[in-house]
């Protein structure tokens, strides 16, 4: 896998593009130049984890015979400065899946789980650094 990233502007804007071909804007905090035209990279982490997961649960529910109708996935990171140098990486980090439809509690627990532990590759990446942990609710 490639991505590709340009410098939109004189600071700290930048678009990426994947092989799927969709721009993601990328932009630094406003205190040392940024100008919020996109998510800062460490936040696009966290959305990386969030969505590799969400796209694993709705797979494994509709397997499952589940009806969803909605899916919110609210996604955490606690960060911890690394002494000697600029760092934080995330050390905690918690992914609350907010279910709406006829969902079944144990088959949505199973299919989060399976998520964490056998399909996202974004949670293998991120958990010999990190603590990930999930929660969930359904709406019915």
Same mark, same amino acid.
């Given at each position: 896998?490639?991505?590709?990233? #340009? ?5 700290? +804007?930048?678009?990426?593009?994947? %092989? /799927? @071909?969709?721009?993601?804007?990328? $932009? ?33 529910? #509709? ?5 969803? +109708?909605?899916?919110?996935?609210? %996604? /955490? @990171?606690?960060?911890?400065?690394? $002494? ?33 532990? #056998? ?11 990190? %603590? ?9």
């Amino acid at each position: 896998m490639e991505v590709s990233i #340009k410098r939109v502007n004189d600071a700290f +804007h930048f678009e990426a593009v994947g %092989v /799927s @071909g969709v721009p993601n804007h990328m $932009d630094a905090n406003p205190e040392i130049g940024g100008v919020h035209a996109g998510a800062r990279p460490m936040e696009m982490l966290l959305m990386g984890l969030g969505g590799c997961s969400a796209i694993d649960v709705l797979l494994i529910l #509709k397997k499952q015979r589940q009806e969803v +109708h909605d899916l919110e996935i609210k %996604v /955490s @990171g606690e960060r911890e400065k690394i $002494d000697g140098t600029e760092m934080s990486p995330f050390r905690r980090i918690n992914l609350h899946f907010i279910l709406t439809g006829p969902i079944d509690p144990i088959k949505a627990e199973k299919a989060i789980q399976l998520s964490m532990d #056998k399909y996202c590759s974004a949670t293998a990446q991120l958990q010999s650094s990190a %603590v990930i942990t999930f929660s969930f609710a359904i709406i019915s």
